[in-house]
């Protein structure tokens, strides 16, 4: 299931896009500084070439001062001011909308795993169809093939035809497999790899199951059949940009699903996170206290690497930094250890071979110093590692 590891790993690429769009929009200033002192070729009197030259090099100059909040006393001459104050504009605003659009766009597609979630269900669903049409095109063109109706009644597969819930969100969300799908996909994988499954053709052979044989059946059929695949995994990879991380949500929910079958005879649709409402709130307060206080945090980090220039650290590591410090100082309820494991973790996995040991120095002698100084302040839970 969902989990706030995964939830720091989101954050932690949001913040690497915003760094990247805004880069793009930097670039989309300074070009349009260009632009506004470029030779007027409608114009057939000659130009000053040089003072444009010297125009935009002056815009350029007042523009980048004003984008890292430096003041720039000197005089400049009206058409620079004008220019780098546009660009300046132009620039706020593009960040501004890659923002709230990145920031949708996080939160969409960490609710978008519900979405794969049910199309695996619904996929278990479609499969058990596909045996009882094959069954019924057998009796009449191929009669010696493998008889597959006993996999179409099995009592896992009956318990999510009969999961209300189910089909119920996938309506609402509009999650369906199409009759494309069905004649591309779902047609030719039943055919060349469940038929062809030594454990599958034993399971039809026998004209009775017992309910825990039919679930055993299907959860080893997701295991091995379905997250194995290569057909299934080229399909939820172009659906899913991030489906080499989501995958193993998915597939914990799917079993956890048919875990329900074996103990109650029902299936039950999961939620993606046990207290999803919670880690929602989190996921939205780490990303936007992040952004409000990334300055203040590179502050913090650059004092504490006097010996480095901050732009010489991995920009994962500068990121990851400002991420953990905001946990440590926005969520009170969360333990100092806690955060900082978790995000010397995601470090060894999505950074540098030394980054988690770096990040490890660097937060630990500043946990220190923030809770020597009152800064920072646990709560509740919080305090579990701090008597």
């Known amino acids: 299931m969902l989990n706030r590891r995964t939830l720091r790993i989101k954050v932690l690429q949001t913040l690497y896009a915003l760094r990247q769009a805004e880069a793009a929009n930097y670039s989309l200033a300074l070009d349009s500084i260009k632009q506004t002192f470029e030779p007027n070729l ?25 984008a890292q909040g430096k003041a720039n006393e000197e005089e400049v001459p009206a058409e620079a001011r004008r220019a780098a104050s546009d660009a300046l504009a132009f620039y706020r605003e593009r960040n501004r909308q890659d923002r709230l659009r990145l920031s949708k766009l996080a939160l969409d597609e960490i609710e978008r795993i519900q979405e794969y979630y049910l199309k695996v269900l619904l996929l278990l669903v479609e499969l058990g169809d596909e045996a009882a ?25 009956e318990a999510l035809r009969q ?72 399909y939820f990879e172009n659906q899913d940009l991030y489906w080499d991380e989501n995958r193993d949500i998915v597939r914990s929910l799917s079993l956890k699903t048919l875990k329900a079958v074996a103990e109650t005879g029902h299936a039950e649709l999961q939620p993606l996170a046990p207290a999803w409402e919670a880690d929602r709130e989190y996921f939205q ?60 973790e995601v470090a060894k996995e999505y950074s540098t071979p030394k980054s988690g040991q770096f990040l490890n120095g660097i937060l630990d002698v500043l946990a220190i110093k923030l809770k020597e100084n009152g800064t920072l302040r646990k709560s509740g839970r919080g305090l579990i590692d701090n008597r």
């Not at 191929?142 to 996999?151: G, I, K, R, W």
């Not at 590179?298 to 400002?322: G, I, K, P, S, Y």
């Open 42 to 66: 409608n114009v057939m009197a000659a130009q000053n070439l040089p003072r444009l030259e010297g125009l935009r090099q002056l815009a350029t100059l007042t523009f980048e001062e004003q």
């Open 133 to 157: 049409l094959a069954d019924d095109r057998r009796q009449y063109d191929t009669p010696d093939v493998l008889p597959t109706t006993t996999f179409s009644r099995n009592a896992a597969i």
């Open 285 to 344: 307060n780490l990303l936007r206290q992040s952004l409000l206080y990334a300055d203040d945090y590179e502050t913090l980090v650059r004092e504490q690497v006097q010996n480095w220039e901050l732009d010489r650290l991995a920009l994962t590591d500068r990121l990851l930094l400002t991420a953990a410090l905001t946990e440590l100082l926005h969520f009170p309820n969360i333990p100092v250890k806690v955060t900082l494991n978790e995000f010397i």
């Open 163 to 234: 999961l209300k819930p189910l089909h119920t969100e996938a309506i609402r969300r509009n999650v369906s497999w199409s009759d494309e799908d069905r004649l591309m996909l779902i047609r030719p994988h039943f055919r060349d790899v469940l038929r062809a499954d030594a454990e599958f053709i034993a399971y039809c052979r026998k004209s009775s199951h017992s309910p825990e044989e039919d679930v055993l059946l299907v959860q080893n059929l997701l295991k091995t059949l379905i997250f194995r695949s290569d057909r299934w995994e080229s």
